[in-house]
């Protein structure tokens, strides 16, 4: 063989030595990049997923926010939240956290197969909207319904009340006591209550019941659904509406009994189903289908008792801030008296001479609001036929009892102002009765964050003084208050209408008047810096499960 023909030879193998080395290079660098190509895929969905986890985190703040707007407690968001997942997108769930105002949110954020979770701690208090809680009725140790009046709600920031566009979101609460109805009480809203519910006459309750103890309903009419933690008695009446198809639902943890005697006035009727837990209970009247496992706890409302912790809450003065009693003009003929924020002209009581009396307020702190207010102080308030005119953001403080009697007695701002408040601070009793006419067609101002007439007491019904009424709401003209009397009684006993919302340690409703919650007061913050509605996230992390 030539030595031409033997390099040819080597030529060609080193070609294929090189060739088959770069294609092997080449395989390896065409994995490499599918390898990488994965790798960036997998990190796409992983980033996508955790996109996803954080969507679902930030869409359940809103839906956390909206909530506390609707009034709903801690534990109602908790058992809402997973409703609000997004298949395909993102689950979720919650569970109370660490503290008792935290939820612990976790959301399991999807995307084309990958998996990534994310957790959060939100942050969550109750706004201070109405009274530091939200409703129409709420009571530390009871309440008592009788007179047969109505209790529905409207916002006011859509204008006065009326029955045409009235809404049936007036719940009443009782925090740790018991509620008795007796009469034809037409309560627009959810019955709470921590304790037992007895019913008699004939009622309606237009939204959902929940008791902790016993239900003992004789002939009530309820549209929602009915949870007890104990027993139930129920005579008769109809739970549920037909065209409600979420409504008629009878939860009872203890036993049930239908009394089904010649005197039953009516066969109990419902629209849902019976959970029951056991066997004493006769079903013959009911048609709907018994689930003897596990029925559903109460829904307790998450309320604080005394938030404002009232007594400490309260200004302090001395006996030189105290000003003249504020009195009505001698001989009873009607006074027309005006408060401005910088000073007011009153009748003092020891003037015989049936002169007005020039009075200024006096700079005071308190707990209610930020850095210190003008306050008029007084021993007492006596007004008979005198009506006050109120200009500008005002606030007095009564020492002593605080009466109203006479006709055309009262308060009232100036025709086409919407801009002032009056603001009464209580340490002894508030008795607004006869004919008085409190801001009548006042409504909340709730860009400005005020509230037409806020009465606080820090009267304390105990004692001897445990039936004493800390304030008596008895007039037969129309009122806007908004009450908050945690350690006393308040009584209702008016034929007029109330706008507004009752607090108090007990409740008694009597009068065939109407209370009619504004809905406005849970968007209106009290002055307190720490007093707006809080939800934020404390903490926020990614996490991976076991």
């Known amino acids: 063989m030539s ?17 088959t080395i770069s294609t092997f290079v080449a395989l390896s660098a065409i994995g490499e990049n599918r ?54 997108h993102y689950l979720l769930s919650a569970d109370f956290g660490a503290t008792a105002n935290t939820l612990l949110i976790t959301s399991k954020g999807q995307y084309h197969g990958a998996t990534a979770y994310l957790k959060a ?25 009788t007179g047969g009046g109505l209790i529905d709600s409207f916002d006011s920031r859509n204008g006065s009340y009326s029955a045409l566009s009235a809404t049936s979101n007036a719940d009443v609460v009782s925090i740790n006591g018991d509620v008795g109805i007796h009469g034809g009480t037409n309560l627009k809203g959810d019955l709470t209550v921590n304790g037992t519910i007895t019913q008699s006459g004939s009622t309606t309750i237009g939204g959902d019941i929940n008791a902790s103890k016993d239900l003992n309903l004789a002939q009530a009419t309820v549209h929602g659904n009915v949870s007890v933690g104990q027993n139930a008695t129920i005579m008769g009446g109809s ?71 009232i007594a400490n809450a309260m200004p302090t003065t001395t006996s030189g801030h105290v000003k003249s009693n504020l009195s009505t003009a001698h001989g009873g003929e009607l006074a027309q008296l005006e408060f401005s924020e910088m000073s007011a002209q009153v009748f003092d009581e020891t003037n015989t001479t049936n002169e007005l009396v020039t009075v200024y307020p006096t700079s005071l702190t308190s707990e209610l609001w930020q850095g210190s207010k003008e306050v008029y102080v007084f021993d007492s308030v006596k007004m008979k036929n005198t009506m006050v005119t109120i200009t500008g953001d005002v606030t007095i403080m009564v020492k002593g009892e605080l009466t109203t009697t006479g006709g055309e007695t009262g308060f ?16 002894g009793t508030v008795d607004i009765g006869s004919d008085t006419s409190v801001f009548a067609n006042a409504v909340v ?9 806020t009465i606080y007491s820090s009267y304390e019904s105990k004692g001897n003084n445990a039936n004493k009424n800390a304030v008596f709401l008895d007039g037969a003209a129309n009122m806007y208050a908004k009450v908050y009397a945690p350690l006393g009684r308040v009584e209702y006993a008016a034929s007029g209408a109330m706008m507004g919302a009752l607090e108090g340690k007990y409740i008694d409703i009597s009068g065939a008047g109407a209370i009619h ?30």
Not at 3 to 19: A, D, E, N, P
Request: charged residues 20%; negative net charge.
């Open 3 to 19: 030595t031409r023909s033997k390099q040819q030879g080597f030529v060609l193998i080193s070609v294929l030595i090189i060739t």
């Open 35 to 88: 390898l990488q190509e994965r790798i960036a895929g997998n990190q796409a969905k992983e980033i996508n997923a955790r996109a996803k986890a954080e969507q679902g985190v930030f869409d359940s703040y809103q839906f956390i926010k909206q909530q506390q707007n609707n009034d709903k407690t801690l534990a109602q968001i908790k058992s809402l939240i997973s409703g609000q997942s997004e298949v395909g």
């Open 121 to 145: 701690e939100v942050l969550i208090e109750n706004g201070t909207a109405a009274l530091g809680n939200g409703g129409a009725v709420v009571a530390c140790d009871g309440v008592s319904l």
């Open 239 to 309: 739970i549920g509406k037909l065209t409600d198809p979420d409504s008629g639902n009878v939860n009872i943890t203890g036993n049930f009994k239908l009394n089904d005697s010649a005197t039953t006035t009516g066969a109990l009727n419902y629209a849902g189903n019976l959970t029951k837990q056991y066997d004493s209970y006769d079903i013959a009247m009911f048609s709907g289908t018994v689930n003897d496992a596990s029925p559903v706890a109460p829904m307790m409302a998450s309320h604080k008792c005394n938030e404002k912790d």
């Open 412 to 427: 009232r701002f100036n025709d086409g102002d919407t801009n002032s408040s009056l603001t009464i601070l209580s340490e």
């Open 445 to 453: 101002d709730s860009v400005n964050k005020k509230v037409p007439l």
């Open 517 to 546: 919650f504004d809905e406005a007061l849970k968007h209106v913050g009290q002055e307190s810096s720490n007093s707006q509605d809080i939800t934020k996230f404390a903490a926020i992390y990614y996490h991976y499960p076991n």
